[in-house]
């Protein structure tokens, strides 16, 4: 009897610590996601504000921070496997 309740504390335990593990990396993800877009497109805006061309800077901010947002994000999925 005994054993059979520890048997089931420890498949809690796992499932819990598994949900724990994938709301970590869906918080990094978009952490990173949301760093690189903002953080490009400001200094997209910046740039444009210094050189007189507002929009084409940052439009091409913040495309670049999508782009680098999605290139980051994928290296943190595909580094998993390497743990």
Not at 28 to 57: E, H, K, N, V
Request: include cysteine; charged fraction near 20%; charge should be positive.
């Amino acid at each position: 009897m005994k054993e059979n309740k520890n048997h089931k504390d420890d498949h809690y335990r796992q499932q819990r610590d598994s949900v724990f593990r994938y709301l970590s990396l869906i918080t990094q993800l978009a952490l990173t996601m949301i760093i690189c877009i903002l953080g490009f497109f400001f200094f997209g805006l910046w740039l444009g504000d210094r050189l007189g061309l507002q929009i084409p800077f940052m439009v091409v901010g913040l495309i670049t921070g999508i782009g680098c947002g999605f290139y980051f994000s994928y290296r943190q999925i595909t580094g998993l496997d390497d743990k």
